[in-house]
């Protein structure tokens, strides 16, 4: 009995500690962008600061979520029209991580869709050091991050997201 009870009892710190961790992490606008490096899809390590520079969209995904493989074409549309103002100033570069756990469906929908941007995954699902860095609860989920590597937006979608990076592109 006394050896359940220290069980239930390591248990509840667990769980509580965890709790309290993770909401002391929670990022914020105008913090730091912790870093994030996995392998891409060749299993070669691609870190978010390679893309210093210009305004970056972290696009938090997995091929198993609906409304992120809704927002894919969205996203293409947007990296057409903002990346290539790259070219003597900012402009916009996409780094998808996937927090699918099958190699297969992801390298699939990268094709499906014809993502031309960075994508990693550690193919680690929620178990991912990075969504636990990003205390990601749910998906799709984003980040936008400036060029010197600060996070001035949060999860913004569809015209929002548009609107957002129209407006700074253009002041930039």
């Known amino acids: 009995m006394k050896k359940i009870k220290t069980v239930f009892l390591l248990l509840t710190i667990l769980i509580f500690g965890s709790k ?5 992490t929670r990022i914020r606008t105008g913090e730091m962008a912790p870093e994030i490096e996995l392998p891409n899809i060749k299993g070669e390590k691609t870190a978010l600061s390679s893309l210093r ?3 970056v969209l972290i696009d938090f ?13 969205e996203l293409k549309k947007l990296y057409t029209k903002y990346n290539h103002l790259k070219s003597g100033g900012i402009g916009l570069e996409i780094f998808g991580v996937s927090l699918d756990n099958k190699k297969e469906a992801w ?8 993502m031309a941007w960075v994508q990693v995954s550690d193919l680690k699902y929620w178990t ?38 129209d407006s700074y592109l253009k002041k930039e």
């Open 20 to 24: 309290i961790q993770a909401q002391e």
């Open 53 to 55: 520079g210009n305004l």
């Open 61 to 73: 995904w997995a091929t198993w979520c609906a409304p992120c493989v809704e927002e894919q074409p």
């Open 107 to 114: 390298e699939k929908s990268i094709r499906k869709f014809n």
């Open 128 to 165: 991912s050091p990075v969504a636990q860095t990003y205390h990601i609860e749910a998906l799709p989920y984003n980040v936008l991050v400036d060029e010197k590597g600060f996070i001035i937006a949060l999860n913004l979608h569809g015209k929002e997201l548009e609107g957002f990076i």
